[in-house]
């Protein structure tokens, strides 16, 4: 995938891919996009593919990645990281974001570094 984008994933969940520092005009459609998918077919997972990409670190970036976790649907939320080497502007564990998600909304977002296993645990429950 050569941009960020959002879509209901054959095995049963929402992905979010992104790709390079996704800035809060990009960011917050997507989210909603997601969101919008999570009531439509959920209860469901959604899966953050941050293997290449990662929100931008400004306020409003964040802000939008929050509303993902108000959809009264969403059952887990999994952000797949990589390493620093893999991609320097990927998602390489977790941030600020844990702690917001899970203190703001009583869901913590769990972090996996294993495209496989983020996969299963996407797809499974």
Partial sequence: MDESGVFLHEDGYVEAVLVGIVESDIMR?????????????????????????????????????LNIGRATKLKSLYILTGKETDDPKGVVGPSVLASILTSALGKRPIYVDSEIEARQLAAAE
Avoid: F, Y
């Fill in 29 to 65: 459609p997507l989210i909603e996009e997601a969101r919008a998918l999570v009531e439509q077919h959920g209860p469901m997972n959604v899966l953050i593919n941050g293997l290449h990409g990662r929100a931008s670190r400004d306020a409003r970036s964040l802000s939008s990645v």
